[in-house]
């Protein structure tokens, strides 16, 4: 499985952007879909999943301004990001759990200006 993030990039603070996570492979064991995101000096952390079934959960810093969403059709997940803040800013990795196996994104740069 490989995984290719989009979408990065630097946007203002209150502004939005929308990461792509795009999955090409062998596919269709997957069981989980997540994006993290790791701030300089800090662990990376689980933002946003979509598990087996469809149900979704979202870190607490995130909820109500974070959506993640999955497109079955074009093997791709999103991350819709509204009213960013400063310490929003970080890469943004997406993973995957097929069959078993985690697979992950290279990572995308999102900086959050004030």
């Known amino acids: 499985v490989q995984l290719v993030e989009s979408g990065g990039g630097l946007v203002q603070a209150g502004g939005s952007l929308r990461l792509s996570c795009a999955a090409s492979g062998t596919i269709y064991g997957i069981s989980f879909m997540g994006w993290y995101r790791q701030a300089p000096g800090k662990q990376r952390g689980l933002v946003a999943a979509?598990?087996?079934?469809?149900?979704?959960n979202y870190a607490d810093s995130v909820k109500g301004r974070f959506t993640i969403s999955r497109d079955n059709a074009k093997n791709t997940m999103y991350l819709q990001m509204n009213s960013l803040k400063p310490e929003d800013t970080a890469v943004y990795y997406c993973?995957?759990?097929?069959?078993?196996?985690?697979?992950w994104g290279k990572g995308t740069l999102v900086t959050v200006s004030s």
């Open positions: 979509i598990i087996l079934g469809g149900s979704t």
């Open positions: 993973k995957t759990t097929n069959w078993g196996m985690d697979y």
